[in-house]
């Protein structure tokens, strides 16, 4: 998110490249050591990572090396080969290629957030969890917890249930490699741990 914003100009990535982070504003993919042969420099995970620059029109692919693998040059002939064959069909059907936009959305519903101010630090976090801590209800007959505008609410027998139903939300947030989230639930997990 805030690559996509700009508020930074470089996003390091292990293996988010190759198991396909979508990110238009991407212009450079730089791969080290992309003559290591191997799983990550694979024929396939080299195209995953390369693909990477080609949503931008102004994308580059730079592959660090001392010597070029035969992965490495399939990878160079075939994207040769593609950008060849879309030129042709861009010039006879009289295209521009154009970078893919793509509408940047908010981490967190506007709605759910706290209308107090602020500053950033340790203030506003012990603020996000005070909110948070009153967003949960306990009653005599269980506890309600508002996840969203969207799930109106959710009624749980125990907190066990919905330490439960949270862990699985937490689950989903990081396979979908949604990592804040993630993150955030986990925290909130611990906090109704520690209530337990």
Do not use: C, W
């Not at 003559?35 to 692919?61: C, H, M, P, Y």
């Not at 090396?65 to 010039?91: G, H």
């Not at 749980?156 to 939300?169: A, C, P, Q, V, W």
Request: hydrophobic content about 40%; aromatic content about 6%; charged content about 30%.
């Amino acid at each position: 998110y805030k690559f996509r914003r700009g508020d930074f100009d470089v996003l390091v990535g292990i293996n988010l490249l190759r198991e396909g982070i979508d990110i238009p504003e991407l212009s450079l993919v730089a791969i080290m050591d992309a003559d290591k042969e191997g799983f990550l420099r694979s024929e396939t995970s080299l195209f995953q990572i390369v693909g990477r620059a080609a949503r931008n029109v102004g994308g580059k692919a730079i592959m660090y090396a001392n010597r070029i693998t035969d992965s490495m040059q399939k990878v160079l002939d075939e994207t040769d080969r593609r950008r060849k064959i879309q030129m042709e069909y861009n010039e006879k059907h009289g295209i521009t290629p154009q970078t893919i936009v793509k509408e940047l959305k908010p981490l967190v519903d506007p709605s759910l957030i706290s209308n107090k101010s602020m500053d950033f630090g340790q203030e506003a976090e012990k603020a996000a969890q005070q909110d948070y801590l009153e967003s949960i209800k306990v009653a005599d007959d269980g506890i309600q917890y508002k996840a969203s505008p969207a799930m109106n609410e959710i009624t749980f027998e125990s907190k066990d249930k919905l330490i439960e139903h949270l862990r699985k939300t937490m689950l989903n947030a990081a396979k979908n490699m949604e990592f804040e989230e993630a993150a955030r639930i986990r925290d909130q997990i611990g906090q109704l741990e520690d209530q337990l």
